[in-house]
């Protein structure tokens, strides 16, 4: 066993971990938080977490085996499952993400008929024919036997052996396939995003000009607040564009190696990497790690919530702490100098 192999071993348990581990955290946090589950995005959240969790607990100790054996780890009949489990999450995953940006760009660009286009019933639907489309072609996959354990990417997966006749319909179908999960879900995220990006640049303007205004007639205004005016103004401006650049980028490098290296594997001439197979499937079972983060844990409802289960799980409350009235005096008044400053930058 060379230092790739422990390498690539390494990184699927790390990943495995993350996964798990953050993805059971949404869940804690949908299951806590009466605010989190009235609200429509919600629902696809929940439904990419299932996804990557199963893909946590199922497709990636599978790879894990197949890389330390370098053959398939178990028998026919779970190579098969596990196969069809590995086209259905993954397709329910890029689903699920589309479905996140479309609710973004309604309640950004009609944020009057948010409320009446994106009700709790849309969303299920949306979630439901992201099921029903991953299941047609998984289910197609699995029912032509183009479902099997693939060496070059330690997995099982879609894969045509050598023996087969079908090799045109397989590419026909691999084609058709990546180009309804993958690009599509690509095309509404460009889509949708780039136009709450256009939207968010146009009300950071007109912030923007009402800002330099209130500094205009503020004359008597310290001025490390104006310094700080001037700062969150540049800040707005490039926060946004950050946020669009992180969904749209973190899509793009984690399923794309994946499905050009599956796109060029189609050619009878060329013959994958085995090393790089792996990684490329590595880098898609980094997005299962990498979601929770970028559209869950790190928002601030959702820190909030943690912030209580663990409170009340080290049975703590609140308001209370370790602090001396001295330092919550301190603490308190810097909250009403940061309110203060903020008041007078917007």
């Not at 007109?206 to 008597?220: K, S």
């Not at 959702?302 to 009235?325: D, E, Q």
């Amino acid at each position: 066993m060379n230092w790739l192999d422990i390498f690539l071993e390494s990184l699927i348990v790390v990943i495995a971990v993350v996964s798990l581990v953050a993805n059971l955290l949404v869940l804690l946090c949908f299951t806590c938080s009466a605010q989190v589950r009235s609200q429509v995005p919600g629902i696809f959240i929940m439904n990419l977490s299932f996804c990557n969790i199963f893909i946590a607990v199922l497709n990636m100790p599978s790879t894990l085996l197949g890389v330390v054996k370098h053959q398939k780890p178990f028998g026919d009949h779970f190579c098969y499952t596990v196969g069809f489990m590995d086209t259905f999450l993954t397709t329910n995953t890029m689903l699920s993400m589309a479905a996140l940006s479309i609710d973004r760009w309604i309640a950004v660009v009609f944020p009057l008929t948010y409320s009446s286009k994106m009700r709790l019933k849309n969303a299920a639907l949306m979630v439901s024919y992201a099921w029903l489309h991953s299941l047609a072609f998984s289910l197609t996959s699995l029912l032509l036997s183009w479902v099997d354990y693939s060496p070059a990417y330690a997995s099982c997966t879609l894969h045509l052996r050598e023996d087969a006749e079908s090799r045109v319909h397989f590419m026909v179908f691999t084609a058709v396939f990546h180009a309804c999960t993958f690009a599509l879900s690509l095309f509404i995220l460009c889509f949708t995003y780039l136009k709450v990006l256009q939207v968010a640049r146009f009300h950071c303007k007109r912030i923007d000009v009402i800002t330099v205004q209130t500094l205009l007639l503020l004359v008597d205004i310290h001025p490390s607040v104006k310094q700080r005016c001037l700062l969150e103004q540049r800040k707005r401006r490039q926060r946004a564009t950050k946020k669009i650049g992180i969904f749209i980028g973190s899509f793009v490098l984690c399923f794309a190696p994946y499905v050009i290296t599956r796109m060029t594997e189609l050619s009878p001439s060329v013959k994958i990497d085995y090393y790089w197979g792996i990684m490329s499937k590595c880098l898609v079972y980094s997005k299962a790690a990498s979601d929770p983060f970028v559209y869950s844990l790190l928002r601030q409802q959702y820190k909030k919530t943690l912030f209580g289960v663990c409170n009340r799980i080290l049975g703590r409350n609140t308001l209370s702490g370790h602090s001396s009235p001295s330092c919550m005096e301190n603490e308190c008044y810097s909250q009403r100098v940061n309110k203060l400053m903020e008041d007078n930058c917007h």
